[in-house]
């Protein structure tokens, strides 16, 4: 087993900047690989989104509300993987999730959620 936690959340002014980190920890077992990472966020009453993706090879997709604005990043050896949001717009307010496809010496691999972390942008 494993878990992911998130922190950087907040609360920020429009036109403001923050970065969100995630970082993945082994409970049960050593982590052995992370697979594809990436961000989603979920407002209430409204379902999940993808927010950007990261592949073991850095190659990134990102949601067209947010391309230009926020830059998703990954460091394999700390296992943890980063989003940097610039230019926040209030409708950027959510609980921000990491997720993550992990493959540990224990159980078998599975993608793990984090618990989430809030952003709040103010007009």
């Known amino acids: 087993q494993a878990r992911l936690v998130e922190s950087g959340g907040g609360l920020v002014q429009a036109g403001g900047s923050l970065r969100l980190s995630c970082a993945a920890s082994?409970?049960?077992?050593?982590?052995?690989?992370?697979?594809?990472m990436g961000w989603y966020r979920q407002c209430p009453g409204k379902q999940r989104e993808l927010v950007a993706q990261?592949?073991?090879?850095?190659?990134?997709n990102y949601a067209d509300s947010v391309k230009g604005r926020f830059t998703i990043s990954r460091d394999n050896v700390k296992n943890m993987v980063y989003l940097q949001m610039n230019s926040l717009k209030p409708e950027d307010t959510a609980v921000y999730y990491c997720?993550?496809?992990?493959?540990?010496?224990?159980?078998?691999?599975?993608?793990?959620w984090g618990q989430g972390t809030q952003v709040t942008v103010s007009s």
């Open positions: 990261i592949t073991t090879i850095s190659s990134t």
């Open positions: 082994g409970t049960s077992g050593s982590i052995y690989r992370i697979g594809t």
């Open positions: 997720n993550a496809y992990i493959i540990t010496t224990g159980p078998g691999p599975r993608d793990y």
